[in-house]
Each structure stands twice: as structure tokens, then as C-alpha cells.
């Protein structure tokens, strides 16, 4: 199990795919393509060194079930996923792969649910949307004893430093511009 660390590119287009390739980072998380770009991405990726994380739950054309991921497992390789869905993760970690659980913090109720999911799927990652609560990071982190990642709204140095600070492992942002940031 590969958990990313410190700023983790997250590819929306493919202009920041090749920027994200040039970088000295090690994993790129691949959100919003298409089913039949998906392969070749994760080839290209792998050929520049970095371990790869799909957003499941974006990639159109691939059904979020127990055959789209045998075929994610068998055709496309990735090194982990993301989903904010327990059936995902739960055969990810089947699979083995790296499975990170993307939560949403909406509020009180939405953090114990999210713990509680934590619980019940046992990702080995969670991903934390927004990621400027440092409060609820450190939270996450220490109620569930599992790395967390932030993202999700993060616009500068500041909030990445803030993250990092309050226990993430890392920050995932398409926001090319924070990618530089050591």
C-alpha cells in the first residue's frame, strides 16, 4: 500500500497531465476522463514514475461495481483508487489496491457519518473534501488512526501549509499553481 505524500497533482485535463508528468512528483490522482483514455494515461504515468490514483466515481463509462472494477484491476493497473463509495473501497482492498474513501465535510453530522464509514470500510486513506478545516483533519486523523489527505477548495500556500500542518499526509489540488510548492 503506496499512500501519496505532500502535494499530489490532480489531472482534469490533458494539458496538466503533461505538466503533471514533468514534475518531480511521485502519484497523480486521474479525475474526469473518459473510459477510453483511461488506459493510456495510466501507461504514460507509469512510464514517468508516479503511481497513479483513479477517481472511480469520474470516469465515464466505467460502472462503479464489482466488473468495472475487475476490469480496473485487470486492463487499466492503477496503484489505487478513489470513490465515495464503501462498495469501491471495499473491493479496491480486495484487489489490493490502495483505497482511499473521499469525504465530504458538510457539517457535524456529515464528519460522524464519515467516521463511522471509516469504520465500517476500513479504507487505508481518506481523502477530506474541503480541506481548509485543519480542526476536523486532525480529527479524522486521530479518531480513525488512518493517513488523510486534503483537498477540495485549497487555493494558495497558505491553506496547504495549514493542512499539512494539522496531520495530512498530503494535499491533492488541480490547482496547477500549488503544484510547484515543495
Not at 465515495?84 to 474513501?101: C, F, S, V
Not at 453530522?109 to 486513506?125: E, G, T, Y
Request: proline share 4%; charged share 25%.
Amino acid at each position: 500500500m503506496n499512500i501519496p505524500a505532500g502535494i499530489v497533482p490532480a489531472i482534469r485535463s490533458m494539458k496538466d497531465f503533461e505538466t503533471a508528468l514533468e514534475s518531480d512528483h511521485n502519484a497523480v490522482v486521474l479525475l474526469e476522463t473518459r473510459l477510453a483514455q483511461l488506459k493510456s494515461l495510466v501507461t504514460y504515468a507509469k512510464r514517468a514514475n508516479k503511481q497513479v490514483f483513479v477517481h472511480v466515481d469520474l470516469i465515464q463509462g466505467l460502472k462503479a461495481d464489482e466488473y468495472g472494477m475487475e476490469f480496473l484491476v485487470r486492463a487499466i493497473k492503477p496503484d489505487g483508487v478513489i470513490s465515495t463509495r464503501g462498495n469501491i473501497i471495499k473491493l479496491a482492498k480486495k484487489h489490493k489496491l490502495t483505497a482511499i474513501q473521499r469525504m465530504f465535510l458538510l457539517d457535524s453530522m456529515a464528519v460522524d457519518h464519515n467516521l463511522q464509514l471509516i469504520d465500517r470500510f476500513q479504507p487505508d486513506c481518506v481523502e477530506l473534501l474541503p480541506g481548509l478545516v485543519p480542526d476536523i483533519i486532525t480529527q479524522i486523523y486521530e479518531e480513525a488512526s488512518i493517513p488523510v489527505i486534503a483537498g477540495g477548495l485549497i487555493r494558495n500556500e497558505q491553506e496547504v501549509s495549514s493542512a499539512l500542518e494539522a496531520g495530512a499526509v498530503a494535499v491533492s489540488t488541480s490547482n496547477a499553481e500549488l503544484w510547484d510548492l515543495s
